[in-house]
């Protein structure tokens, strides 16, 4: 059964950092795609960023140059790394995650990420 967490969410002031953290596991032969979403209240869930197991990475033009994603395969663990943080940032952030053989999409819980002004 896979399981899909997050960690690492809290509160910060705009302009500080946040690191998040997703752990994948009980997939076989491992996640071609991980990433992260966010939903905040009154929004659609939107794509932050994805990295594949190659390194390709793709960002939300609205985080490019603040977020860096990143991931280790060996421990089916991604990273969403984010400087200079904007109160439009606060959001629950969910971490996804696409298996291979089949390629079903699996969602953590979310970790809510709170910036105040």
């Known amino acids: 059964q896979v399981q899909v967490v997050e960690s690492g969410g809290g509160l910060v002031q705009a302009g500080g950092s946040l690191r998040l953290s997703c752990a994948a596991s009980?997939?076989?032969?491992?996640?071609?795609?991980m990433g992260w979403y966010r939903q905040a209240p009154g929004n659609q869930r939107e794509l932050v960023a994805t990295?594949?197991?190659?390194?390709?990475?793709n960002y939300a033009d609205s985080v490019k140059g603040r977020f860096t994603i990143s991931r280790d395969n060996a421990k089916n663990t991604v990273f969403l790394q984010m400087n200079s943080l904007k109160p439009e940032d606060t959001a629950v952030y969910y971490c996804?995650?696409?298996?291979?053989?089949?390629?079903?999409?699996?969602w953590g819980q979310g970790t809510q990420v709170t910036v105040s002004s």
């Open positions: 990295i594949t197991s190659a390194g390709s990475t």
């Open positions: 996804n995650a696409i298996g291979r053989l089949p390629p079903n999409s699996y």
């Open positions: 009980g997939s076989r032969f491992g996640f071609a795609l």
